[in-house]
């Protein structure tokens, strides 16, 4: 009953909740004190989300992006390949099928633009035997004609070779130094020579045909086979020079006067 009626004792006692003591704190603070681990406070702040380290979304954004920029490269690079194979393959083939025509066979020249003196001759011409034959026919022809109109000339003119010959209106002129205002002059329609591929020259120890387009009106000459020139001959002497086309070359042919 003192107790009770002595309110001073009563101001003294601190109240406690369980094993924790509570203190007296200012306004607004509230200060606890926990002496078991087991129960936590109410009061602990969450960790926030930039300082967790369980490598949340924010850190596994970056990694799948990386993961996305190595397989674009990697398809970049399969593209680059494929089209370099293409190009290279489209290349070779076009090599194939239309490979580069093989370079012409050196031919020599004498000085001053006469004819070469080898039998030498590779480029013979992609036609059938047939043809060959038909051609051949027509440079024997026109190798007689030519003969012939020497032989005109030289009759027509005291016994003296032409010296020259001239292409005029397409057709073949054997004359001497001039053909114009000449009225005895031979004149000839050649069916396979080009008269532009007809020409005279003096003698030379071995000279050939230079291919089956030529023919070589040499003067002062002789025929040493039907098919070679000979020893040099008398200044009315001359041999028709040209070149019957074979398979594998070409055959050289001299008519002689």
């Known amino acids: 009953m003192e107790e009770q009626n002595n309110p001073k004792k009563l101001e003294n006692v601190t109240p406690t909740v369980g094993d924790q003591q509570v203190t007296a704190a200012a306004p607004n603070q509230v200060i606890a004190q926990h002496n078991d681990p087991a129960q936590p406070s109410q009061l602990q702040t969450p960790m926030p989300k930039e300082h967790d380290i369980s490598g949340g979304p924010e850190k596994q ?5 990386n993961k996305k920029v190595s397989f674009a ?6 593209f680059i390949l494929v089209l370099a ?10 090599d194939t099928v239309n490979p580069s ?9 004498q000085p001053g633009g006469s004819p070469q003196s080898s039998n030498a001759f590779t480029n013979t011409p992609n036609v059938n035997s047939s043809a060959i034959e038909a051609q051949n026919v027509n440079r024997k022809n026109d190798a007689a004609e030519i003969d012939a109109a020497m032989a005109q000339y030289y009759a027509n003119n005291g016994g003296v070779l032409p010296t020259a ?17 000449k ?34 009106i040499v003067t002062n000459a002789l025929c040493a ?13 001359y041999v028709i020079l040209f070149a019957l ?13």
């Open 61 to 65: 954004r970056p990694i799948q992006n």
């Open 73 to 78: 490269i990697i398809v970049l690079v399969l």
């Open 225 to 237: 086979s039907p098919t070679s020139i000979g020893l040099q001959g008398r200044s009315n002497d």
């Open 165 to 181: 010959t001239r292409v005029l209106s397409g057709r073949l002129h054997i004359c001497g130094a001039s053909c114009y205002g």
């Open 183 to 216: 009225t005895n002059v031979p004149v000839l329609n050649l069916a396979y020579y080009s008269p532009v591929n007809v020409s005279i020259n003096p003698y030379q120890a071995g000279l050939t045909a230079r291919d089956a387009e030529t023919v070589y």
């Open 245 to 257: 086309q074979e398979p594998n070359g070409v055959l050289q042919q001299c008519i002689e006067k």
């Open 101 to 109: 025509p093989p370079p012409p066979a050196p031919q020599s020249i």
């Open 85 to 94: 194979g293409i190009i290279i393959y489209v290349a070779t083939k076009k």
